[in-house]
T-cell receptor
Framework: GAVVSQHPSWVICKSGTSVKIECRSL??????MFWYRQFPKQSLMLMAT?????????EQGVEKDKFLINHASLTLSTLTVTSAHPEDSSFYIC????????????FGPGTRLTVT | GQSLEQPSEVTAVEGAIVQINCTYQ??????LSWYQQHDGGAPTFLSY????GLEETGRFSSFLSRSDSYGYLLLQELQMKDSASYFC????????????FGKGTRLHILP
């Protein structure tokens, strides 16, 4: 099956710093990647959709200047949380979908971010 | 916007059958998916229905009625390892082709 990896799996950073999370599709080309955020015991909230080579589309209420998304290649998307604050502490999950009308999204293992 | 409704918690006995319902309201509806998530893990894909009817995959089945904006996930022969959260998710195609998740149903399995 298709494999999506994320790096790092967990990260602790100080308030005010920035942290970058990578999402890679390992054995397929991902034309579209998605970034979700999940707080404990809550649902996955879609943050943004990114298509390779174009700007990400952010969901309502998500600050695009705070959550920078880059999808520079068909196998890599990055999410940078800028000027992180404790309320940004969450589980960030990416997913990837191939082209050709594929409906299935393959999820990465997630990155747990803790901002102190 | 989109809204999905599913029960927050369901409890069942090992070996039994359980059904998790999901109703949705959305524009640009394309299909209904179900995902399983264990604590601390990422969601794993279970099923996808784009057309009305029942899809069966082993112990799991999923149903969709587009006219009723309703679907369900049926889990048979429950095992303790099925204890997890189950999310229904709608695939919508408006400006983007994306998946929006429901709030999830926590399934507790009793021995």
């Amino acid at each position: 099956g298709a494999v999506v990896s994320q790096h790092p799996s967990w990260v602790i950073c100080k308030s005010g710093t920035s942290v970058k999370i990578e999402c890679r599709s390992l054995d397929f080309q991902a034309t579209t990647m998605f970034w979700y955020r999940q707080f404990p015991k809550q649902s996955l909230m879609l943050m943004a959709t990114s298509n390779e080579g174009s700007k990400a589309t952010y969901e309502q209420g998500v600050e695009k200047d705070k959550f920078l998304i880059n999808h520079a290649s068909l196998t890599l998307s990055t999410l940078t949380v800028t000027s992180a604050h404790p309320e940004d502490s969450s589980f960030y999950i990416c997913s990837a979908r191939g082209g050709g009308g594929s409906y299935e999204q393959y999820f990465g293992p997630g990155t747990r971010l803790t901002v102190t | 916007g989109q809204s999905l409704e599913q029960p927050s918690e369901v409890t069942a006995v090992e070996g039994a059958i359980v059904q998790i319902n999901c109703t949705y309201q959305t524009s640009g509806f394309y299909g209904l998916s179900w995902y399983q998530q264990h604590d601390g893990g990422a969601p794993t894909f279970l099923s996808y229905n784009a057309l009305d009817g029942l899809e069966e995959t082993g112990r799991f089945s999923s149903f969709l009625s587009r006219s009723d904006s309703y679907g369900y996930l049926l889990l048979q022969e429950l095992q303790m390892k099925d204890s997890a959260s189950y999310f229904c998710a709608v695939r919508v195609m408006n400006r983007d082709d994306k998946i929006i998740f429901g709030k999830g149903t926590r399934l507790h399995i009793l021995p």
